[in-house]
C-alpha cells in the first residue's frame, strides 16, 4: 500500500507529499526490511547481483528514499533497477515494459531533482522502448508526450512543449474519445500553456472541459475537480471577471473541506483560494 500510494505521486509529478510521522515510522521499517532481503538476496548464489528479484529489491528502497525526500539514494536505487532490468532481458529489453518503466522511473527522479535535461534524456530511451513495444499509436505513447511536454515546459519551451500535448491529445482522442478521463491531463497541459502566454480564454475552454470530463467521471467531490475549479477562477480573474472567479474559488474550497486526501497539497490549495477570496 505505502509504494502504491508512492508512485501515485511521483507518476501525476505532485509537488508536495505529505510525511507524516506515522509515515514516516513505516518507512523507516519498510526500508530495514528491504535492505535485510537486498542482503539476503545478494547473499544467495542461485540470484546473485543480476536478478529481476533483485530489481525489484531496488525499486522499493528507491521508492522509500523517495518519499523520505533522499532523492540521491533513490536516483542510485532507480538507476541500478534499469541496470539490472537491462542486464535480465539483454537484447529482448529493446523491447520490453519494464525496461519502459525503470527508464521512465529514472526519468521522474531526474525531473524532481530538477535536472530536465538529464530528464528528457531517460524520457526519449523510454519512449522508444514504448514504441517497440506498443507502435506509435497507444496510451502509453499518448502518456509519453504529456511527460516530455512537462519537462519542456519546465524548460521554458513552452510552444515546443505544446506540439507534444498536441500529439498526446490526437492520439487519447483516437483511442478512447473526447470526453474520456485519460485526455484530462492533456486539457489542462494545454491551458497552462495557453494562460502562460496571455490566452485566456483559450485557457478557460480547455479546463471547462477537463471540469466537465473529470466530474462526469468522478463525482463533484474530488481533490482534482477543486483544483480545476480554482485554475478556472484564476482565469476569470485574469479576465476581470472577478464575479465569476469568486464563485469558481468557492467552489474549490467547499471540496476541500471534504477532502482527506494529499493533506498537503489541500493545505497548500487553501491558502492560495482563501488569499485569491480576500483580494
Request: aromatic share 10%; charged share 25%; hydrophobic share 40%.
Amino acid at each position: 500500500d505505502l509504494l502504491f500510494k508512492l508512485l501515485e505521486a511521483m507518476h501525476n509529478d505532485l509537488e508536495s507529499t505529505e510525511i507524516t510521522e506515522e509515515l514516516r515510522d513505516s518507512c523507516i521499517k519498510a526500508l530495514t526490511c528491504f535492505i535485510w532481503a537486498l542482503q539476503i538476496q545478494l547473499d544467495d548464489p542461485s540470484i546473485g547481483e543480476y536478478h529481476s528479484e533483485v530489481a525489484h529489491t531496488h525499486f522499493g528502497i528507491g521508492c522509500i528514499h523517495y518519499i523520505l525526500g533522499d532523492y540521491a539514494k533513490t536516483r542510485y536505487h532507480f538507476k541500478k533497477t534499469l541496470e539490472i532490468r537491462q542486464a535480465v532481458f539483454g537484447q529482448n529489453g529493446k523491447s520490453h515494459p519494464y525496461i519502459a518503466i525503470a527508464q521512465n522511473n529514472v526519468r521522474v527522479i531526474y525531473f524532481k531533482m530538477g535536472k530536465f535535461r538529464k530528464a528528457r534524456k531517460y524520457y526519449w530511451r523510454a519512449y522508444d522502448t514504448l514504441i517497440s513495444c506498443y507502435g506509435k499509436k497507444s496510451l502509453c505513447i499518448a502518456h509519453s508526450y504529456n511527460s516530455i511536454g512537462s519537462t519542456l515546459v519546465k524548460e521554458n519551451k513552452s510552444q515546443i512543449a505544446m506540439i507534444f500535448f498536441r500529439r498526446a491529445c490526437s492520439i487519447i482522442n483516437e483511442i478512447s474519445g473526447s470526453i474520456h478521463l485519460d485526455i484530462t491531463a492533456t486539457f489542462i497541459n494545454i491551458a497552462g500553456v495557453l494562460s502562460e502566454n496571455g490566452q485566456h480564454e483559450q485557457a478557460l475552454k480547455y479546463y471547462e472541459d477537463a471540469l466537465k470530463i473529470r466530474i462526469d467521471a468522478t463525482g463533484s467531490n474530488h481533490f482534482e475537480v477543486s483544483n480545476l475549479y480554482k485554475k478556472i477562477g484564476m482565469e476569470y480573474s485574469h479576465l476581470g471577471k472577478e464575479k465569476e472567479a469568486m464563485t469558481k474559488f468557492s467552489h474549490a474550497l467547499d471540496i476541500l473541506t471534504t477532502c482527506d486526501a494529499y493533506p498537503a497539497l489541500i493545505q497548500e490549495n487553501k491558502k492560495i483560494i482563501l488569499n485569491s477570496l480576500l483580494c
